[in-house]
T-cell receptor, first 112, second 112 residues
Framework: GNSVTQMEGPVTLSEEAFLTINCTYT??????LFWYVQYPGEGLQLLLK?????DKGSNKGFEATYRKETTSFHLEKGSVQVSDSAVYFC???????????FGTGTSLTVIP | NAGVTQTPKFRILKIGQSMTLQCTQD?????MYWYRQDPGMGLKLIYY???????DKGEVPNGYNVSRSTTEDFPLRLELAAPSQTSVYFC???????????FGPGTRLTVL
């Protein structure tokens, strides 16, 4: 079956620190992979995506590379800001794309 | 455009009561989804629809019903509320052939 495993949080970083949030997946075919971000009190927003192996998704300084050999899609940012404090979800869709599977989310707090 | 709207924002139900969570999108998206988000559990798909008149079960459909009579609306019905249905419910939509889902702000439901 399909599933997504994320590193557990919460994660607390100082401003300008380097961020990595690990995500690995299990899928029977060739999934598309996503990172969504949820700010307090809001719904999820798409942060970035990759649709095939070796693709790199990027947005707002965040990056993630689709690694088929390690079934991973780790999220990275070189220098986090206080405004990046949020919950980050890794997700996949496969085949028809009718269904999406989400990880449990990783809470990030950035302190000044 | 308002995007995806959900009503109500908050609701408290007694065990055994019923209610309908409303979801409307004004983007003419064919696909619509209902998820529940429990603490530390990520998002679980309840039901989805690929177009008006077509619905299908997701991972956790028990205790819920949906209908899709128009492209814009996708209400979620709880017939006999149980404490296990205490959660935050998110509605989402997407265009055919595009992977990005657009989420509503959520409905926080408590069943006592």
């Amino acid at each position: 079956g399909n599933s997504v495993t994320q590193m557990e949080g919460p994660v607390t970083l100082s401003e300008e620190a380097f961020l990595t949030i690990n995500c690995t997946y299990t899928a029977t075919g060739y999934p598309s992979l996503f990172w969504y971000v949820q700010y307090p009190g809001e719904g999820l927003q798409l942060l970035l995506k990759a649709t095939k192996a070796d693709d790199k998704g990027s947005n707002k300084g965040f990056e993630a590379t689709y690694r088929k050999e390690t079934t991973s899609f780790h999220l990275e940012k070189g220098s986090v800001q206080v405004s990046d404090s949020a919950v980050y979800f890794c997700a996949l869709s496969e085949g028809t794309g009718n269904q999406f599977y989400f990880g449990t989310g990783t809470s990030l707090t950035v302190i000044p | 455009n308002a995007g995806v709207t959900q009503t109500p924002k908050f609701r408290i139900l007694k065990i055994g009561q019923s209610m309908t969570l409303q979801c409307t999108q004004d983007m003419n998206h064919n696909y619509m989804y209902w998820y529940r988000q429990d603490p530390g559990m990520g998002l679980k798909l309840i039901y989805y629809s690929v177009g008006a008149g077509i619905t299908d079960k997701g991972e956790v459909p028990n205790g819920y019903n949906v209908s899709r009579s128009t492209t814009e609306d996708f209400p979620l019905r709880l017939e006999l509320a149980a404490p296990s249905q205490t959660s935050v419910y998110f509605c989402a939509s997407r265009r055919t052939a595009y992977n990005e889902q657009f989420f509503g702000p959520g409905t926080r439901l408590t069943v006592l």
